[in-house]
């Protein structure tokens, strides 16, 4: 009994060990809630990313405080009126990819949708986005884009600046994953 | 033993189980992150505070300050009398911050510079260190100097600030300062060397509203110990008031004793006293441009 219990202990190890792992934390992601009003289009380029490509599973990290703005007054605005930087310092995605089973990482540019659930501003949300899935050479490339509401994470904008941002937030993502 | 195995294999069950939340985990790094807006502007209310323009930014911050609340309703309780400083501060870098600025008190022109040299959670350390030196040249001093040189028209304050960011909403600085004068005046009970502990902080009441307060006793006077209470010869300056940040503005609009806006005059030339209604209503606007 205690070998059999040993030998399938060392079987589930070996099992989570090589299952395939891409990772990245360099990642892009670039939004934008721009008005008629004002440029709001920062850029973070420390997005950390990991696919297991055995199940499909994905996640996402990033540090707000990691988005550059134009002007960094802006940026100190956003960290800390909009989104709380210091209470809710990271925001996150984490779901899987839909019929992973179906998609051949060998042939390029598939269409491919994410489900599951986002954090911003300490508020999960269950979305789905559509995106697209490349690979050549080891590496995994990831594009998406897709609109999130501000209200729907609880991110208030004052009155007196309400012209100026957009409730609306388009986000677009790029990451290029490596083997772990 | 076979106790242990159990356990052993319940928890790589448990493990895999939790593969989702193990994929953020594997995410994580430990990076340090600074401590940012200890305070909403680069004044508490005269003094100084450790947060200074980014690099190629350009903050422009008008200063009023109206006359005493005890000057009757003949003069509107001091709205009649009116003294401007204005301060243009460009950032060299992030950390080095060239001011130029101009007061109409005294008629006083400075030129200064802040440098920050350690941010609050660099390395877990707990405090932001910076330091602010200003050189004003009075154009009104060589009047009254009986030698009248032109270096007697020279006065130097250099401080370090001290700032720690308690949490989003409480921030205090402590900022010891020495004032060296070329001249001191003849009509004020001045050394040469002038030392002085500047006290301030604020407190956030919401998103976009904070008070502050500052206290900024003479602790010694050349050689003299002064004793920060008890002190007949010197006015020490207290202020109060709130921040307004509205976007691309922040307006200050406090309560001091203090007439002057520049750090030799507000620190060590007051000449008005709480006590006896010698309080100034006053405004600072600072706007930031990008270029």
């Known amino acids: ?180 | 033993m076979r106790r242990k195995v159990y356990v052993f294999f319940l928890l790589l069950v448990t493990m895999s189980s939790l593969a989702q939340d193990d994929l953020l985990t594997m995410l994580d790094n430990n990076e340090e992150t600074l401590t940012f807006a200890t305070f909403k502007s680069s004044k508490i209310i005269n003094l100084e505070t450790i947060e200074q323009p980014a690099e190629a930014e350009l903050d422009f911050i008008i200063c009023h300050r109206f006359g005493t609340l005890n000057s009757g309703i003949e003069n509107l309780y001091g709205i009649d009398y009116g003294n401007v400083r204005m301060i243009f501060n460009y950032g060299l870098t992030d950390n080095v911050t060239l001011g130029l600025a101009r007061s109409s008190t005294y008629k006083v022109i400075d030129g200064s510079l802040k440098t920050k040299f350690i941010n609050q959670g660099k390395n877990n350390f707990p405090l932001t260190i910076s330091t602010y030196s200003i050189i004003s040249f009075d154009t009104l001093t060589a009047l009254f100097s009986n030698k009248k040189k032109y270096a007697d028209n020279f006065s130097y304050t250099n401080q370090l600030l001290l700032a720690r960011k308690i949490n989003s909403e409480l921030s205090f600085q402590i900022s010891p300062s020495i004032t060296y004068y070329n001249f001191p005046s003849p009509f004020l009970e001045l050394s040469r060397i002038m030392y002085s502990l500047g006290i301030g902080g604020r407190y956030k009441l919401n998103k976009s509203v904070s008070i502050n307060y500052e206290w900024i006793p003479i602790i010694k006077s050349g050689d003299n110990i002064i004793h920060p209470i008890k002190n007949e010869n010197h006015i020490n300056s207290f202020s109060f008031g709130c921040d307004i940040e509205t976007g691309g503005h922040v307006f200050q609009l406090f309560l001091s004793n203090s007439t002057a806006m520049f750090e030799r005059g507000f620190i060590n030339e007051n000449v008005e006293n709480w006590s006896d209604g010698g309080i100034h209503f006053g405004f600072n606007i600072s706007r930031s441009f990008n270029f």
């Open chain 1, 1 to 180: 009994m205690r070998t059999f219990l040993i030998i399938l202990a060392i079987i589930s190890g070996f099992n989570s060990l090589s299952q395939g792992k891409y990772i990245t934390r360099n990642g892009m992601i670039e939004f934008n809630a721009s008005s008629p009003l004002e440029k709001i289009n920062p850029v973070n380029n420390h997005v950390s990313c990991i696919l297991d490509t055995e199940t499909g599973k994905i996640a996402f990290q990033l540090k707000m405080i990691s988005f550059k703005f134009e002007r960094a007054l802006m940026e100190e605005h956003f960290n800390e009126k909009y989104v709380d930087s210091e209470k809710y310092p990271t925001s996150t995605f984490i779901g899987s990819i839909v019929d992973w089973s179906n998609i051949d990482l060998k042939s390029k540019h598939q269409n491919v949708k994410a489900k599951g659930i986002l954090t911003i501003h300490g508020v999960d949300k269950q979305i789905e986005v559509s995106g697209t899935i490349n690979s050549s050479k080891n590496i995994i490339q990831i594009n998406s884009g897709f609109d999130i509401f501000l209200s729907d994470y609880n991110v208030k904008i004052p009155n007196l600046v309400k012209d100026k941002i957009s409730e609306k937030v388009s986000i677009l993502l790029e990451m290029k994953l490596q083997p772990k």
